[in-house]
């Protein structure tokens, strides 16, 4: 068929060939996002120790292991160095709260992922944290199109996502490890143009 578009009306933002460095900052009013290191590990196992933050996240063991989440985040910085996945620990007031990451990234899509801990939760940490990864994945990394998704339990995270932009899209039952059995998994997608011609926040 003819391509009746030319090649300089592409949708897409543009391939950035340089990769973020992993001494990146990212600040927001509250929280300083930094590339998270392998001693991380040992504040992750405390927030996962707590079942209220585990069974919400799909991929992880509880209740966790020091070692195995030690081995995961010694990961990180050959993830980031091949642009395979960034994550970041979330600071407020030079303590790690949490962490956010942009991970699974091939052919230009990424995942979205999130967590808090509990004392921190409810304001409204999770998603200044992740409206800066967001930015950081379309307009750094140059992904266009961002995934993310949530047990159908958890309507906060959902509030996060809504609140971004993301559209929701399918529901699928799914294999939680940290709860060993099937759940609910509700689908969100964001593109980056949406990202860009978004309404500012009122
Ligand atoms: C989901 C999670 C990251 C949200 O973190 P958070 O920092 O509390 O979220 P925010 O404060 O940014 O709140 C987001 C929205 O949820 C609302 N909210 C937060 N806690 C709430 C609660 N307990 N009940 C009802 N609404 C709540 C907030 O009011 C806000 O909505 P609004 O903007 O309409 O006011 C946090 O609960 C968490 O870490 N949960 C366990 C791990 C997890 O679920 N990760 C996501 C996996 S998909």
Request: charged share 25%.
């Amino acid at each position: 068929m003819l391509n009746l578009v030319p090649k300089f009306m592409t949708t897409n933002p543009p391939l950035i060939n340089t990769r973020p460095t992993p001494s990146i900052r990212l600040s927001t009013d509250r929280l300083v996002l930094r590339p998270t290191k392998p001693s991380d590990a040992v504040r992750a196992f405390e927030i996962q120790s707590d079942w209220d933050v585990t069974r919400m996240l799909r991929m992880a063991r509880f209740p966790p292991s020091l070692n195995e989440t030690a081995g995961w985040f010694a990961e990180h910085e050959a993830e980031w160095l091949s642009g395979t996945a960034y994550r970041f620990a979330i600071e407020c007031q030079d303590r790690m709260i949490g962490a956010v990451d942009v991970d699974e990234i091939n052919n230009r899509e990424g995942e979205l992922g999130y967590w808090i801990e509990k004392s921190s939760w409810g304001k409204g940490y999770a998603f200044e944290a992740a409206q800066a990864a967001v930015d950081f994945a379309f307009n750094e990394v140059g992904l266009v199109t961002l995934r993310s998704g949530h047990a159908v339990d958890n309507p906060v995270s959902g509030k996060v996502l809504v609140k971004l932009g993301f559209r929701a899209e399918e529901v699928t039952e799914k294999a939680s490890r940290s709860r060993c059995e099937d759940i609910l998994h509700q689908h969100y997608s964001l593109g980056s143009a949406a990202w860009a011609t978004r309404p500012p926040p009122t």
